[in-house]
Nanobody, 114 residues
Framework: QAQLVESGGGLVQAGGSLRLSCASS????????MSWYRQVPGKQRELVAS???????NYADSVKGRFTISRDNAKNAVYLQMNSLKVEDTAVYFC????????WGQGTQVTVSS
């Protein structure tokens, strides 16, 4: 059964760092494009960062220079290193995998306090 499980969310002060992890199982991870999205109540889910199966990275303008996406195909995992966090980064963060099929994780809450 295909599954994406996020972890690493929590409460952090502005300026701090968090590292999100997404562990996958049951999907063809090495041929999947992987992404992190985030969503706040009442707003659409937005793309934060993506990494293709070839390793090309893309970031939302709001996180460029602060967030880094990476993947480990041997561990079937994708990560999001978040530095210099801002209050406006507060959201539920979701892992997303896309190959022939698409998969979403259940999300992990990130709360940045001022």
């Amino acid at each position: 059964q295909a599954q994406l499980v996020e972890s690493g969310g929590g409460l952090v002060q502005a300026g701090g760092s968090l590292r999100l992890s997404c562990a996958s199982s049951g999907i063809s991870f090495s041929i999947s494009d992987m992404s992190w999205y985030r969503q706040v109540p009442g707003k659409q889910r937005e793309l934060v960062a993506s990494i293709t199966r070839g390793g090309s990275r893309n970031y939302a303008d709001s996180v460029k220079g602060r967030f880094t996406i990476s993947r480990d195909n041997a561990k079937n995992a994708v990560y999001l290193q978040m530095n210099s966090l801002k209050v406006e980064d507060t959201a539920v963060y979701f892992c997303y995998a896309n190959n022939r099929f698409s998969y979403w994780g259940q999300g992990t809450q990130v709360t940045v306090s001022s």
